[in-house]
């Protein structure tokens, strides 16, 4: 192979991964949730943005590192979604068909998330970068990595697989499939079903505020970025079977590297509609998603 | 009895009131108003905010010396949401309720072809202050006037820059698909050959877009002498820093236009990249009128103003002398005549000012070396290379459709 081949193998590779993997965590989140309680997100990709802003203005107002920003992040994230749980999802728990309910509560709080960013953060600049956690490169033969873009990659894929051994392994993991299986007989068999409930969207929203983290580590970023990861998401998780995680796992990575080898072999256009051309064809034949949930 | 009498002083003191404010009122002078239509929320946010930043310097300081024939300049500034609907209803409102003098403040070459098209249609003069779609100024054009030189011609001056300082090079196209830059990239394949230059990749990215690295690697690859960077957003930064992670030399990176965000944006490691402007702290052509707009701005805003600031600081003075010119602020038809037959200079920079027979303007533009850039506070750039040019030197209207 020639050093050209073995570098657009390498950025194929890499993209796939990263992007991949970062799909597969937001896509895991929304699908936990959904799942679980039965609560399409639609606000996910604000969730992701909120994330990926508030990162932003840890570092470049208060000057805090990336990685301080990151954990900042996450303490309020967590914050913010207990409080959103205790406010809002609540009380729709007991209702009849609470997903279209849980629908248009999420696309209100769609709304309001967008018309702040929007007299906020779209009159500040027109795009956010988050300064690297780790500088300089790594060589894979003629290709370099940027390091951050590999620790990104790392812990991108390890919060994947910790997710995987929470929900197979952890009683709490094991608790919140059976909620998900049937909600009646989990709680004859004596799971606290509302907790978990509340875990469920909590943890799944957590998720989604890393993924915002770790999209912003890697790429500059704008507002639109909300919309199509909020698409993308949903795409995911439809196709890999709502309530599946291995489902939005594995149709997350392969979304990642269709985009990266699509867009070689045709057009960074084609691979964009190829993944969404994937979802329509596959339900087509399997309506309920590849995986069970 | 009392409460008649109470009337009738009331009455007395209402009458007494209004005869004194009778005079007051005529001492001050009706406003010229102006309806400003611009991207106040939605995706085009911060280039309306930018805009209505400049457009507010320029309005003070020409009220503060007395206004415009003796009257006061006032725009009225209306959301547009980035929305062409939202645009057209404002347009007619501003028309029918305000009964403005004139229209302007788009700064997304989408909405302001909404507003062109009822512009036209309701002969209402309209200054466009930062929007590049060529169409905007197609051959029948009559009441609709464009500050920003039209974007294939960006690409013109692109290939006339390359020209000159790599004669037979090869170049690489990386860019998102939007309106904007397909329209720049038109020009650009257009005069290439012309300039006797060699395209060597041109990928197109759709909107949306997170990644390029795979196309990174590709033009990499294809072993480019420069690669004309223009993504959307903040795609624009991905681009650029996955072709300097690759091996990219900030000096082979051209971007066809930069605002002051995006300066900072590409940050330091860009040094020695070239980018294209219609204004900058570094040109050599600032005027004591420019520096004193740029030291002011900055100190208001934290950043140096851009061409966006500047054309919209530039545009109520283009409005003060064409409302001057026309003698009369309350004849469309005259104001119209009077920016047709304008022959002025921008203040901030000395570039001439004359629209050609469908509005567009003589054009121009500057391509600037980054030389440092300090965080998200300042940047210092040195200008490479200055162009004007007739609208019509390519065939721009076939161009872009």
Request: aromatic share 12%; charged share 15%; net charge positive.
């Amino acid at each position: 192979m020639t050093d050209a081949q073995i570098l657009i193998l390498m950025s194929t590779l890499s993209t796939g991964l990263i992007l991949g993997a970062i799909f597969a965590l937001v896509a895991a989140g929304v699908t936990i949730v959904y799942g679980c309680v039965w609560l399409p997100n639609a606000s996910n990709g604000q969730f992701f943005l909120l994330a990926s802003l508030a990162a932003w203005t840890f570092t470049a107002s208060f000057g805090w590192t990336s990685l301080a920003a990151a954990a900042g992040v996450l303490i309020l994230g967590t914050a913010l979604s207990y409080l959103l749980e205790w406010i809002l999802i609540r009380r729709l728990y007991d209702t009849p068909n609470r997903n279209v309910a849980y629908f248009v509560v999420t696309l209100g709080l769609t709304q309001i998330m967008t018309g702040i960013f929007s007299l906020t953060y779209a009159k500040w600049s027109d795009q956010f970068t988050l300064p690297p956690v780790i500088e300089g490169i790594t060589m894979f033969g003629p290709f370099p990595m940027p390091n951050n873009r590999l620790l990104v990659m790392g812990v991108s894929l390890l919060v994947l697989v910790l997710l995987f051994v929470l929900l197979r392994y952890h009683p709490y993991g094991r608790a919140l499939r059976a909620v998900f299986q049937n909600r009646e007989a989990a709680a004859l068999r004596g799971v606290n079903v509302r907790a978990i409930y509340r875990l469920s969207f909590v943890l799944g929203s957590v998720i989604i505020f890393l993924g915002g983290i770790l999209f912003a580590l890697a790429y500059s970023y704008d507002l639109t970025v909300a919309w199509t990861m909020s698409i993308t998401a949903f795409a995911i998780m439809i196709i890999g079977g709502p309530g599946s995680v291995i489902g939005a796992v594995v149709v997350g990575m392969t979304f990642g590297f269709t985009q990266a080898i699509v867009s070689i072999f045709a057009s960074p256009t084609a691979a964009t509609f190829s993944y969404l051309g994937a979802m329509l064809l596959i339900l087509l034949f399997r309506p309920s998603g590849l995986f069970k949930r | 009895m009392n409460i008649k009498l109470k009337t009738c002083a009331s009455a007395i003191a209402l009458a007494a009131a209004a005869l004194c404010a009778a005079p007051a009122a005529a001492q001050s002078p009706r406003p010229i108003k102006i309806g400003f239509v611009t991207e106040l929320t939605g995706p085009w946010t911060f280039f309306g905010t930018s805009c209505v930043a400049g457009l507010k310097f320029a309005t003070d300081e020409i009220n503060k010396a007395g206004g415009v024939l003796g009257r006061p300049l006032e725009f009225i500034v209306t959301d547009n949401q980035t929305k062409s609907d939202q645009a057209l209803a404002a347009s007619r409102n501003l028309d029918i309720n305000d009964k403005v003098l004139a229209l302007s403040g788009p700064t997304s070459s989408d909405v302001a072809l909404a507003m062109y098209g009822y512009a036209e249609q309701q002969k209402i003069p309209f200054l466009v202050p930062v929007a590049a779609f060529p169409q905007l100024t197609k051959p029948g054009t009559r009441y609709t006037f464009r500050i920003e030189p039209d974007a294939a011609g960006w690409g013109y001056a692109m290939a006339k820059y390359i020209e000159q300082v790599r004669p037979g090079a090869k170049v690489a196209l990386m860019h998102s698909d939007a309106a904007l830059m397909r329209a720049i990239m038109a020009g650009f394949r257009y005069q290439a050959p012309r300039s006797k230059l060699n395209i060597v990749a041109d990928i197109m990215f759709p909107q949306g877009s997170s990644d390029a690295t795979v196309q990174a690697a590709q033009v990499r690859a294809a072993t480019p002498d420069y690669v004309i960077v223009s993504g959307a957003g903040a795609f624009d930064n991905v681009i650029t820093n996955q072709l300097l992670d690759l091996g990219i030399k900030p000096q082979q990176i051209i971007h066809p236009f930069g605002i002051t965000t995006q300066v900072f944006g590409w940050g330091q490691r860009s040094v020695g990249s070239i980018y294209g402007t219609f204004f900058d702290v570094g040109l050599d052509s600032l005027t004591p009128d420019g520096k004193d707009f740029i030291a002011r701005f900055d100190a208001a805003n934290n950043r140096p103003p851009s061409y966006v600031e500047n054309y919209c600081y530039v545009t109520p003075y283009i409005f003060k002398e064409a409302i001057e010119a026309a003698g009369t602020a309350d004849d469309r038809e005259k104001l119209r005549n009077a920016i047709s037959a304008l022959n002025t200079k921008e203040r901030t920079s000395g570039v001439p000012i004359v629209f050609d027979k469908n509005g567009a303007r003589k054009e121009y533009m500057y391509f600037q070396e980054i030389v440092s850039v300090n965080g998200k506070r300042n940047y210092q750039s040195k200008q490479r290379f200055y162009i004007e040019w007739d609208p019509e030197v390519i065939p721009v209207y076939d161009l872009v459709k």
